[in-house]
């Protein structure tokens, strides 16, 4: 039960962290103008910044007509972003058979529960398609459900260089941490814009990383709450290791919770190292390994 509370806690912090890019891979159906029954999409998202290209099988509502394909593909922004729910605008077209496409817009949710690379979404909007006989607009429902991969460095995947990005992510510091270990690691400074000295961009990527943990471990105590009571933990952090645009800060997390199986008690305590990439002029939290991994 010990090593089970400590890989679920500590997981959180890979699946539950902001991400650098998050690119998706998932299923949806859809019911509106583009009778859309059963499709997939691939999307890509950076910060609040979206994108997706989507492929269905569109049935026909004529006797006597067979189904085709409709492609299309849209833009999204979100407007709020958590751990685990993100709420979104949305933006796209599709191909319609036997005439010009389709437009939509509206809005859309997405749900994943933490520790698990996996999550949900639901769309509704309007859509309007322009014909001969004159424009129709009709209600859009959508559901889906997307693998994704978090932090994924598009930069470094296409051999170019990597650059800041000017959007901020949920979890991105606030929260007090210790003075001492605050060393830059001989790295490049932040971009001259930001006028940050070398000392309080550590001190940031600290408390990024700091607040990062707290917000990932509880979350994922409240996703085991029927396995655990009594959860709490504390976290030391130490230096900050800064080499351009990503950093390393090291740390130490202490778990306690009761068993609610047997009624005893679980504990321990964990070196690890929070992984890091620059956001604007702040950091924002891309991973989690423990120590000696």
């Known amino acids: 039960m010990k090593k089970l509370?400590?890989?679920?806690?500590?997981?959180?912090?890979?699946?539950?962290?902001?991400?650098?890019?998050?690119?998706?891979?998932?299923?949806?159906?859809?019911?509106?103008?583009?009778c859309e029954v059963a499709g997939v999409r691939a999307g890509v998202q950076e910060g609040r910044f979206g994108g997706y290209v989507q492929g269905s099988y569109c049935t026909s509502n004529v006797q006597g007509e067979s189904g085709s394909a409709a492609f299309g593909g849209g833009l999204t922004v979100d407007f709020y972003q958590s751990l685990s729910l993100s709420a979104y605008g949305q933006l796209g077209a599709v191909s319609q058979p036997g005439g010009s496409p389709s437009i939509y817009g509206g809005v859309g949710a997405r749900y994943g529960v933490p520790l698990l690379p996996v999550e949900a979404y639901v769309e509704g909007g309007v859509s309007y398609r322009k014909t001969m006989l004159g424009g129709l607009t009709a209600p859009r429902f959508a559901l889906g459900i997307n693998y994704v991969w978090r932090g994924v460095d598009l930069n470094t995947a296409g051999g170019g260089e990597s650059r800041p990005s000017n959007i901020s992510a949920p979890g991105a510091g606030g929260l007090n941490v210790d003075a001492g270990g605050a060393g830059t690691g001989g790295g490049a400074p932040a971009p001259t814009q930001c006028n940050v000295s070398p000392e309080a961009d550590a001190a940031a990527a600290r408390s990024a990383a700091d607040a990062a943990a707290r917000s990932a471990l509880s979350s994922a105590a409240s996703a085991y709450s029927a396995i655990y009571s009594n959860v709490s933990y504390d976290i030391t952090v130490g230096g900050a290791n800064i080499n351009g645009n990503s950093a390393t800060v090291t740390g130490t997390i202490s778990l306690r919770a009761t068993n609610r199986t047997n009624g005893q008690p679980v504990s321990g305590t964990y070196s690890g190292v929070v992984t890091l990439s620059r956001s604007g002029c702040g950091w924002v939290a891309t991973g989690y390994r423990q120590s000696g991994e």
């Open 5 to 34: 509370l400590q890989w679920t806690m500590l997981t959180a912090l890979v699946t539950g962290t902001a991400s650098a890019a998050d690119v998706r891979l998932g299923l949806n159906t859809s019911a509106t103008l583009g």
